[in-house]
């Protein structure tokens, strides 16, 4: 099974990148960027077979490493 | 004092850490390598600065999961001082002995420069050599030095007397032109509340003797030896 997961920044954390990426798009000529947040994907490829062990193995991952619990949310999809 | 120093993958002040404290309480540290679980009972555990680990997924994580962090969370539980610099505070908020999180600077830039510190508070095991309110001038050299906390936790650490250093003018003002690196309210070092573990950005160990441009860093490891005596 491959999970996918999604870590981003926590509403009201400052996302510096985020903030130069937009102005970046602005100088390229994209009008009307209103906000960028940036944050990272991570393919996992797993062993495992059933759909609802592997989501809660790849949950702890998360909590234990994967993403910061102080500043940043995770999202996990598994097929 | 009896002190270790841990070194993992990529740590390149390991031995700035070294020499300072060998210098400054005249006797050798252990020199402990991240995958030894055990860590000999010292009076001090140092974090030295760096991009352990090449600063992969985030700065310090995989140092925070490292085999000797079991023995460094064993020593601060039972009381025992830790002090983290530079990608040693990265651990030690990645590892949770200290709150928040260091991000990437504002500027989005690598910072290397002395910076003006005041020192705070000097009722600490880090501080006490110092008097209070004193500028000192500390270098640093970071990518991600920008503090974050959520504001419950800021206003803990605020009321509670555990932010020990703090970026200033040169006269002595908190100011946003004297913040490096965009921390929350100028941050530049963290006390956890029982007063044993402390994180900073800036390096003391690189300014403790005149050959390296001044001794303002030599308070910070003569306090550790004052609480000590």
């Known amino acids: 099974m491959k999970a996918r997961i ?3 920044l926590k509403d009201g954390v ?9 102005h970046a798009l602005g100088t390229l000529g994209f009008s009307g960027v209103e906000g960028v947040r940036q944050g990272k994907y991570i393919e996992i490829d797993l062993a495992e077979t059933d759909k609802s062990n592997a ?10 490493l994967l993403s910061n619990m102080v500043i940043e949310n ?6 | 004092m009896k002190s270790a ?4 993958p990529a740590s390149n002040c ?17 020199q402990i390598w991240h995958q030894d679980s055990e860590i000999p009972d010292v009076d001090l555990i140092a974090l030295p600065g760096g991009f352990s680990f090449g600063d992969y997924l985030r700065c310090g994580a995989m140092a925070a999961r490292s085999p000797a962090i079991k023995a460094i969370a064993l020593h601060a539980e039972r009381g025992g001082n830790v002090i983290g610099v530079c990608n040693g505070f990265q651990v030690l908020t990645e590892m949770g002995l200290l709150p928040g999180a260091l991000m990437r600077n504002s500027s989005l830039k690598f910072v290397c420069k002395t910076v003006h510190l005041q ?17 000192i001038d500390i270098p640093i050299a970071h990518h991600d030095g920008n503090y974050f906390a959520d504001e419950d936790t800021l206003k803990i650490l605020e009321t509670n007397g555990q932010i020990p250093f703090r970026y200033v003018s040169k ?9 490096p690196n965009g921390s929350q309210n100028n941050i530049a070092g963290i006390i956890n509340e029982r007063g044993n573990v402390l994180g900073m950005m800036p390096h003391p160990e690189r300014l403790i003797e005149d050959a390296q441009g001044g001794t303002d860093g030599r308070g910070f490891f003569e306090s550790i030896i004052n609480t000590l005596k």
């Open chain 2, 171 to 179: 006269e002595g003002n908190a100011i946003a032109s004297a913040n």
């Open chain 1, 55 to 64: 989501a809660e193995t790849v949950e702890k991952m998360c909590k234990k």
């Open chain 2, 119 to 135: 020192v705070e508070n000097t009722s600490t095991n880090f501080t006490n050599a110092y008097t209070k309110g004193q500028v």
């Open chain 1, 14 to 22: 400052l996302d510096p990148q985020g903030k130069a990426i937009q």
């Open chain 1, 74 to 79: 995770y999202s996990i999809t598994i097929d």
């Open chain 2, 5 to 8: 120093v841990v070194t993992f």
């Open chain 2, 14 to 30: 390991n031995r700035d850490m070294f020499d300072a404290l060998e210098k400054i309480t005249g006797k050798t540290p252990y």
């Open chain 1, 6 to 8: 999604h870590i981003t």
